[in-house]
């Protein structure tokens, strides 16, 4: 059992460690006008779910939203603010917006797959700070695993982003990983028994 909390402690205090998994990490957010920097009163809503593979080199993008007060410009992915979930960062993703996002509607949905391997999978600026996309994908990585990275929506009238949420682990993988530590802690009592 001192194991388990432990093993707990190390997760709470250090964020949920995706680096060196191979198995791809699903993370969630709510989008909404308040969560902005700064805060806006849209009472536009949305929900984006990331999936990062670092065995595939992939990131899967899919985000539904509606209510927007202004029509879309562009969407991507910054990373990292300076603390987890709060403040902004830079644009980690292509610039102005994710290929194929639908522009210049107020709801829409969205589905694509990006081969991180790929420059055109980056904005220019984010890849040349880190080195190219090896760099670039072991930085968002990192900066989604401690709740640094954000979804954001831009629009004609809220120019620095409409909505916006912090993407964070999705509850299945935190199911996921409570799961595997259970087992590790199960293995370690068992091994102390014999």
Same mark, same amino acid.
């Given at each position: ?77 910054? *990373?990292?603010?300076? @603390?987890?979930? $709060? +403040?902004? /960062? !830079?644009? %980690? ?78 509850? *299945?993988?935190?199911? @996921?990983?409570? $799961? +595997?530590? /259970? !087992?590790? %802690? ?9």
């Amino acid at each position: 059992m001192k194991f388990f909390l432990n093993a707990f402690l190390v997760f709470a205090i250090l964020g949920f460690p995706s680096q060196g998994l191979t198995t791809p990490i699903t993370y969630t957010a709510n989008l909404y006008g308040p969560s902005e920097s700064p805060p806006n009163a849209s009472p536009g809503t949305g929900f984006a779910m990331v999936v990062i593979d670092t065995a595939a080199h992939t990131l899967s993008v899919h985000a539904d939203f509606s209510g927007l007060l202004g029509t879309t410009t562009a969407a991507h992915i910054h *990373a990292a603010t300076a @603390l987890p979930l $709060t +403040g902004t /960062a !830079g644009v %980690a993703t292509q610039t102005p917006s994710f290929f194929g996002f639908p522009l210049g509607v107020t709801s829409g949905t969205y589905d694509n797959t990006f081969d991180l391997t790929l420059d055109s999978s980056w904005n220019p600026a984010f890849i040349t700070a880190h080195g190219g996309p090896a760099g670039a994908e072991a930085f968002l990585d990192a900066a989604l695993a401690e709740g640094m990275a954000y979804f954001n929506i831009h629009s004609n009238l809220f120019t620095p982003g409409e909505i916006r949420g912090f993407l964070v682990p999705a509850p *299945a993988t935190l199911l @996921l990983f409570g $799961t +595997g530590l /259970a !087992g590790l %802690a199960g293995i370690r009592l068992r091994r102390k028994k014999q």
